[in-house]
C-alpha cells in the first residue's frame, strides 16, 4: 500500500485536521462527536441539511458544507457509518427552528443510525425527515444494502436541496424535493482498479489485467459483470444504456449528466466519458443541460468513473444555478 | 494500461472534444490550430494572458481560462509542446489592444516555440511578453530543461496576472507581477507510482513496491533521490525543509500554500499533507495566509503531490481573492 498518509488508523482524524484548518474561516470541525458544520449554524428559520456516511469518498460529505448546500456532515471511519450521536449533535447544532432533513444514502448501517439518531433528536423537540438515496442501479441488494445503491444522486441532492433550504422553503417542501431528485436520478460506475482500504492495507478486490468492474459500489462492492476493458465509447454506451433504459429516460427529456471521478482517475479520462455520454445521449434526443465533471465522490484510491443523470425541468435547473459556496462546489450569482 | 480512453493517438482530441462540450457557454474551443479562447476574447483594452503545454496536466491549463485567469490556453499532445502556430493564433484572439503576456513553463521545446510564436506575432504588430516560470527546486537541469523546471507557481501565476490583467494593469506590470510571483515561488514534488503516457502504454519509469521518487518532474523526470515510503509526516518535511530553504522563507513570512495532486492521489491524502505543512511551517513561525489543495496540474495518472509555497504581501493576498471564473477555479464576488 502507497499511499499519503501516516498511520492507517489515523487518516481521518489526520485528513480532518487539514480540512479544519484549510477552511476554518467557513466551517468548524467538531471532534467529540466528529462533525463539520457551517461556523453560521444554525442559521435562523432556514431547514438545516445534514448529510454523513462512511470517510474516504471525500469530498463528498465534509467537502460539501456551506452556504447553499449541507449545513452539516457527519463523517465516520473509513467506508463506515459514523455514529447516531454524531448525527444528533450534528442535527441540533443547525436546527434553526424550521427543521433538518437527513440525506442518507442507502446503506445498511447509515440508514439505521441517522433513524436512531432522527429519533434522539425529534425527543429533544427537534423537527426531522430523512431520505434515503438509491439511484444506483447496478444491483438490486448488495454488501451493506437491502435494495438499490445510494450513490452519485446524493451530490446533486445535496446541492438542490441546499438552494431550496436557503430560499427558505419549509422543511416538508424540501424533503418532497429531494425524494423528487432521487425517483429522477439513476445512475452507474465502472471500476478499473480496486481501492486499498488503509486499515486492510491490501486492495479490497482484485482486477485482472485488463479487467473492470461495471456497477461496481463506492467500497468496491460487487458489481453487476466483469469484463475486458473496452474503449470509453463502449463501456460508456454500457453504463448509460443501463442508465437511461432504467428510468426510462427518453427523446426530449432534458438533464443533468454528472461524470464523476472515483479517486485516482485524471480529469483528461472524465472528460473523455463526457465526451461519449454526450454522443450517446444525443443520438436518443436527450439533451445535456447542465453538467458536473470532476471527483466529487470517491472511493480513495479507485481509478473508474460514474455516470448519473437527473432529469431537469426549469425548477431544477434554476436550483442548480442558485449560489453555492463550499471547499468543494463554489459558484454564484 | 487500463484507462478511460478510446484510442491512444485520440486522447488529446477526445479530451477536448469533451471540453468544448461541457464549457461552450463561456470558452470556444478551435481545432486548427488547437486552442482554447474564452467566448468574450479579445476584451477591449485588456492584456490578453496564454499559457499552453503538453496536455495530460489537466486542469493546466485549458482548465484556467475564463475571466480573472487566462484568456487563451495551447495544448499539445501528451507531455509534448503546443507549436507556434497555435501560440500566435492564441495570441492574436487574444490581443484587445493592451498587449499580450505568455506565461512559460521552462521546459525546452515550451520556451523555444512561445518565442518563436512572440516573434511572428511581434511580426504582425503586437505586443507581446513572456515570463518564464522555474519554481521547482528539486533539480537544477533535468530532462527537457536547462535550469528549473516550472510547475505549482505556474498555477499561481496566471491566476495571480489573470486578476491584475482584469484591473486593466499594464503589459508591463502585468509581466513583472509574474516575475515577482516567480521570484517569490518554490516547489518540489514527490511520486508515489509513475504515470503511463497513452502512447507508450507502459508506464514512463519503474518504482519499487515500498519507493517514491522525491524530486519528480510533472512528466515523471528523474528527481532528487529514491526512497522508501515514510509517514506523510516525514515526506512532508523533506520536501518542505527543501522549499522553505531554498528562497529562503523565514520567520514571519505570510505564504500561499499550494498542495497538489498528481492525477491519481485522492483529496483525502492532499487534506493529510496540508495539516502536516501547515504543522512545519507553524513550527517555523511561517503563517499560511491562503491556500489551494487539490489536483490543479497533474502528471495523467501518477500518484504522489506536490508542495509549492508562494511568499505573500497584502497586493498578491487581494490579487488571489479577485473573482475567477473558470472551468478549474471559480470564486466570486
Redesign the interface.
Known amino acids: 500500500m ?6 492507517p488508523e489515523d ?1 481521518v482524524a ?6 479544519a ?2 477552511h476554518r474561516d467557513r466551517l468548524v470541525v467538531h471532534t467529540d462527536p466528529v462533525f463539520v458544520v457551517r461556523a453560521d449554524a444554525p442559521v435562523e428559520g432556514k431547514v438545516g441539511i445534514v448529510s454523513g456516511g462512511g ?2 469518498h ?2 463528498m460529505h465534509v ?1 460539501f458544507v456551506g452556504e447553499g448546500m449541507l449545513d452539516a456532515a457527519c463523517p465516520g471511519e473509513v467506508f463506515t457509518s459514523p455514529t447516531p450521536d454524531q448525527m444528533q449533535a450534528a442535527t441540533e447544532a443547525v436546527d434553526g427552528g424550521a427543521g433538518v432533513l437527513h440525506i442518507v444514502k442507502n446503506y445498511t448501517g447509515d440508514v439505521m443510525n441517522f433513524q436512531m439518531a432522527a429519533e434522539l433528536a425529534q425527543a429533544e423537540g427537534a423537527e426531522v425527515e430523512a431520505v434515503v438515496i438509491d439511484d444506483d442501479v447496478s444491483v438490486q441488494d448488495s454488501l451493506y444494502t437491502a435494495g438499490r445503491r445510494g450513490v452519485g444522486a446524493t451530490v446533486l441532492a445535496e446541492k438542490l436541496c441546499g438552494a431550496a433550504a436557503a430560499k427558505q422553503w419549509p422543511l416538508s417542501a424540501v424533503a418532497a424535493l429531494c425524494r423528487r431528485v432521487n425517483a429522477e436520478s439513476r445512475s452507474m460506475g465502472v471500476a ?2 480496486s481501492c486499498t482500504v488503509p486499515m486492510a492495507g491490501k486492495p479490497t478486490f482484485e482486477l485482472g489485467g ?1 479487467e ?1 468492474e461495471l456497477g461496481i459500489g463506492i467500497h468496491g462492492e460487487p458489481g453487476r459483470q466483469r469484463r475486458m ?1 473496452t ?3 463502449e ?1 460508456v454506451e454500457t453504463m448509460a444504456s443501463a442508465v437511461v433504459d432504467d428510468l426510462p429516460f427518453g427523446r426530449g427529456d432534458h438533464v443533468l449528466a454528472f461524470v464523476n471521478g472515483m ?14 455520454l ?1 454522443r450517446f445521449l444525443q443520438e436518443r434526443g436527450i439533451e ?1 443541460e447542465r ?1 458536473l ?1 470532476g ?1 466529487y465522490m ?1 472511493s ?2 479507485m ?3 460514474s455516470i448519473t443523470l437527473l432529469r431537469l425541468d426549469e425548477d431544477l435547473a434554476a436550483l442548480w444555478d442558485a449560489p453555492v459556496d463550499t471547499p468543494a462546489l ?4
Open positions: 502507497k499511499k499519503l498518509i501516516n498511520r487518516v489526520d485528513a480532518l485536521a487539514g480540512f484548518l484549510a470517510s474516504g471525500e469530498p467537502g478499473l482498479t485488463g473492470v476493458l474503449p470509453a465509447a463501456l479517486g485516482g482517475t485524471p480529469l483528461m479520462e472524465l472528460y473523455i466519458v463526457y465526451a461519449e454526450h445535456i453538467r465533471i471527483s470517491t480513495l484510491d481509478a473508474g468513473c463554489r459558484w454564484g450569482r
